[in-house]
């Protein structure tokens, strides 16, 4: 079984920063693309940034020049920095991995239990 987890989300004033992280655990014989997601509230989840095995990174046009995801390939684990935050960046933050373990042949899609960023105006 695989576990994602995140954490360093909370309450910031609109213009500061937050950096998410998310540390993948368990038989993990290799993971493909890292991701995050947001959903506020009456809104449905979107993409946020995904990066890719070989370090590609994508972003959503809402975000772009403003957040930057990274990876740390030896812990498994997956960053998200969030510069000049507005209130319309008030969301759950979640992260995924298309993750195959060793027990088995094919990828499969794991999610984080999600993180809460609250930005004030």
């Known amino acids: 079984q695989v576990q994602l987890v995140e954490s360093g989300g909370g309450l910031v004033q609109a213009g500061g920063s937050l950096r998410l992280s998310c540390a993948a655990s368990g038989s993990i014989f290799s993971i493909n693309v890292m991701g995050w997601h947001r959903q506020a509230p009456g809104k449905q989840r979107e993409l946020v940034a995904f990066i890719t095995s070989g370090g590609s990174a994508n972003y959503a046009d809402s975000v772009k020049g403003r957040f930057t995801i990274s990876r740390e390939y030896a812990k498994n684990t997956v960053y998200l920095q969030m510069n000049s935050l507005n209130p319309e960046d008030t969301a759950v933050y979640y992260c995924?991995?298309?993750?195959?373990?060793?027990?088995?042949?094919?990828?499969?899609?794991?999610w984080g239990q999600g993180t809460q960023v609250t930005v004030s105006s």
């Open positions: 995924n991995a298309d993750v195959r373990e060793y027990s088995g042949s094919y990828y499969r899609d794991y």
